[in-house]
């Protein structure tokens, strides 16, 4: 089995999805068809709210984001909270576990509009008062009395894009603050959100040395709190910074320096007491991102906002099947949809049991729990993780050459085999697929949903 070299993932993706929303006769949630039988237990969901907008254009980002010379945000308010309460209802949400406010730049937000949409998702759902309700800010937008409103409104978790500390690698990444802000932001973030402050850092730039990188590192441990997630650099066709790589001007990074920056960087955290606990997440004392782990784990999440992408079922519309679900990704679009239908769905698939295998496997393997038993037989009661790949196969390969363990308990990399993830995958969903359609063909099929 060919692997090729070290690869470090990119975090928590938000996933794809398909099909018609709102504009293609989607039903208002307002309006519900008949909604079948309720869950088998109390509904419980993750909620993502995107703010699409920011400041500038970064050379490296491909997110959806809008740069426009004023902001309705009233307007943007409304809609949020009237599609947060849409959406919750429509997934029959009992329980909303994490709040996570990302972008675009969401410490652009009046503090205000951020405590609407949690006062809105706890009219229609239980939110624990202890609940993490993460905010992504940048440096530039994050001065101490900001934060402090911030707090106020709710938010208990903050994850700071600082990127570098390096004032010449922030102008390469089109970045509007400078190391000088960065360390201020990330200072006071320190003081307001103690033990709950996470710093994002970006490695393999464009001419950048592992010498750099360590130094950057150094500094970060030096300001960080409990909580650092690390962020391979990858050129998205139709950024600036892919545009320059590709034509020349700037150098690809080479392969092997990528994978000796990861390494090395996962030594030093070691060292200085973070676990790693993903991919790209390290935490120490606990600390370790409630949300994100939602996505890992598979569980159910609803997107609320321009381009947010969900996994729910849509009891509210009669569904049985978990979906995956976009919402329209231009702002002024949504609106109008939210004002029409309630929601801005602009794309939605239902997910059949494989469908749903697969993510867990592919998400599952990118922490340090795996995919756990328990886990597996929520979504397939018929195949086991030990049928599906305790047997001769790709698996059992990846197993002999220490880059994968399975056991009673769970399926999952070993630290020599996290890196290698990418990698690794294809074999892996190849061996589910097969396994999957035999027992399929053993039992004459079967319908699951979740």
């Known amino acids: 089995?060919?692997?090729?070299?070290?690869?470090?993932?990119?975090?928590?993706?938000?996933?794809?999805?398909?099909?018609?929303?709102?504009?293609?006769?989607?039903?208002?949630?307002?309006?519900p068809s008949d909604p079948g039988p309720e869950p088998a237990g109390p509904a419980t969901a993750a909620l993502y709210v995107h703010w699409p907008y920011c400041r500038k254009h970064c050379s490296y980002c491909s997110f959806n984001k809008y740069v426009v010379p004023a902001v309705d945000e009233a307007a943007v308010r409304a809609c949020l909270v009237r599609e947060a309460q849409t959406l919750l209802r429509l997934g029959h949400v009992r329980s909303v576990t994490s709040v996570f406010f990302g972008g675009g730049t969401p410490s652009l937000a009046a503090p205000r509009t951020i405590a609407a949409v949690l006062e809105a998702a706890a009219e229609v759902a239980y939110l624990p008062a202890g609940a993490e309700v993460t905010l992504e800010a940048n440096p530039g937008s994050a001065d101490?009395?900001?934060?402090?409103?911030?707090?106020?409104?709710?938010?208990?978790?903050?994850?700071?894009?600082?990127?570098?500390?390096?004032?010449?690698?922030?102008?390469?990444?089109?970045?509007?603050?400078?190391?000088?802000?960065?360390?201020?932001?990330?200072?006071?973030?320190?003081?307001?959100?103690p033990g709950r402050t996470s710093l994002d850092l970006i490695f393999g730039l464009p001419g950048q040395s592992?010498?750099?990188?360590?130094?950057?590192?150094?500094?970060?441990?030096?300001?960080?709190?409990?909580?650092?997630?690390?962020?391979?650099?990858?050129?998205?066709?139709?950024?600036?910074l892919e545009a320059q790589v590709r034509r020349g001007?700037?150098?690809?990074?080479?392969?092997?320096?990528?994978?000796?920056?990861?390494?090395?960087?996962?030594?030093?955290?070691?060292?200085?007491?973070?676990?790693?606990?993903?991919?790209?997440?390290?935490?120490?004392k606990g600390a370790r991102s409630t949300h994100n782990l939602s996505y890992w784990r598979a569980e159910q999440y609803v997107g609320v906002g321009p381009g947010a992408h969900g996994r729910f079922v849509p009891w509210g519309e009669g569904g049985r099947q978990r979906e995956a679900r976009v919402q329209t990704p231009h702002p002024d679009a949504w609106m109008r949809e939210v004002r029409s239908c309630g929601h801005g769905t602009r794309r939605r698939a239902a997910l059949s049991p494989l469908d749903q295998l697969q993510e867990v496997l592919a998400l599952g393997l990118r922490t340090?729990?795996?995919?756990?038993?328990?886990?597996?037989?929520?979504?397939?009661?018929?195949l086991s993780l030990e049928a599906a790949f305790g047997a001769p196969g790709e698996a059992r390969e990846l197993q002999e050459r220490g880059w994968l363990r399975l056991n009673g308990r769970a399926l999952r990399c070993t630290p020599a085999g996290l890196p290698l993830l990418d990698s690794l995958l294809p074999a892996l969903?190849?061996?589910?697929?097969?396994?999957?359609?035999?027992?399929?063909?053993?039992?004459?099929?079967?319908?699951?949903?979740r």
């Open 210 to 240: 592992h010498e750099a990188w360590a130094r950057g590192l150094e500094a970060a441990l030096g300001l960080c709190d409990d909580h650092l997630a690390l962020y391979q650099l990858t050129l998205e066709r139709g950024t600036a």
């Open 1 to 31: 089995m060919a692997v090729r070299g070290l690869r470090a993932g990119l975090g928590a993706a938000r996933p794809r999805g398909m099909g018609p929303g709102c504009a293609a006769g989607l039903r208002s949630a307002s309006e």
């Open 144 to 193: 101490p009395a900001r934060l402090s409103g911030f707090r106020a409104a709710g938010v208990n978790r903050l994850s700071l894009g600082v990127q570098s500390l390096d004032d010449a690698e922030l102008r390469l990444l089109g970045r509007e603050h400078t190391a000088a802000e960065a360390r201020a932001a990330a200072e006071a973030a320190r003081q307001l959100f």
């Open 249 to 284: 001007a700037l150098p690809e990074p080479p392969e092997e320096l990528l994978a000796d920056m990861y390494l090395s960087a996962r030594t030093a955290l070691a060292a200085a007491g973070f676990h790693q606990y993903e991919v790209s997440n390290f935490a120490r």
């Open 368 to 382: 340090d729990e795996g995919v756990t038993q328990q886990r597996w037989g929520l979504f397939s009661p018929r």
């Open 429 to 449: 969903l190849c061996q589910l697929r097969r396994r999957w359609n035999a027992v399929q063909e053993e039992d004459g099929g079967g319908r699951d949903s």
